[in-house]
């Protein structure tokens, strides 16, 4: 039996989940309001395949973290959500979300979709698709100069403390960029969390060369 776990902080949309994929043969293992109380649930038990993740808590919490945190725990994560909010879509299918199944789909979509991620599968629909084809629409990211400096001199590898000397501020000036930085690409659904991230977007917007240009390395 599939064993799959449920994070909303919908009752009534947990509830008749719950009997949704009882009723077609899944085990819910946990059914919960908030990523936080997933990890405490799971923690000891036998692992889940997958958790249908609401894509956005009341509890406030950030949909790339949730996304990562349940994924941490060896578990697929299906994005269960009204999905009217384009920009949290792709931040989570960036995180490695499977897909995204809206809550107005009929029941035996969602649990076709459940069955298919559980199993290994990867949803190709439409919330999926519009939320890919329209990265175009907001790819740009409106950075100071001072701003693509600082991104420009700490993607190209330079720790922090030489990205302040070359430019003559302090650090913690330099910190405070590359936090706007981030805070700007997460608005435009880009999250960038890890350096190796940054340097993603910095080459993405030209900001940086490619690494590889033409593809002609065997490396």
Not at 54 to 71: C, E, I, M, P
Not at 98 to 112: D, H, L, Q, R
Not at 161 to 168: D, F, N, P, R
């Amino acid at each position: 039996m599939v064993r799959v776990a449920i994070i909303d902080d919908h009752e009534s949309v947990r509830l008749g989940l719950e009997a949704a994929c009882t009723n077609a043969g899944l085990e819910v293992a946990h059914s919960v309001s908030s990523v936080a109380a997933y990890l405490a649930a799971a923690e000891g038990s036998d692992p889940v395949a997958l958790v249908v993740l609401d894509l956005s808590l009341g509890d406030g919490t950030d949909v790339t973290a949730n996304v990562t945190r349940v994924q941490g725990t060896g578990a697929a994560v299906l994005i269960h959500s009204i999905a009217d909010r384009v920009s949290l879509v792709r931040q989570a299918l960036a995180a490695g979300a499977a897909g995204v199944i809206p809550k107005s789909a009929p029941t035996n979509e969602v649990i076709s979709a459940i069955e298919q991620v559980a199993s290994g599968g990867v949803l190709n629909n439409l919330e999926w698709a519009s939320a890919i084809e329209a990265d175009s629409e907001f790819a740009a990211v409106q950075l100071g100069r001072r701003e693509r400096d600082v991104l420009h001199l700490y993607a190209s590898g330079l720790p922090m403390k030489q990205v302040a000397s070359q430019l003559g501020v302090a650090p913690s000036t330099v910190k405070q960029h590359l936090d706007r930085v981030r805070r700007k690409y997460v608005e435009v659904g880009r999250p960038a969390p890890t350096k190796v991230d940054l340097l993603r977007r910095a080459v993405e917007d030209g900001i940086l060369p490619e690494l590889n240009p033409g593809g002609t390395d065997a490396d």
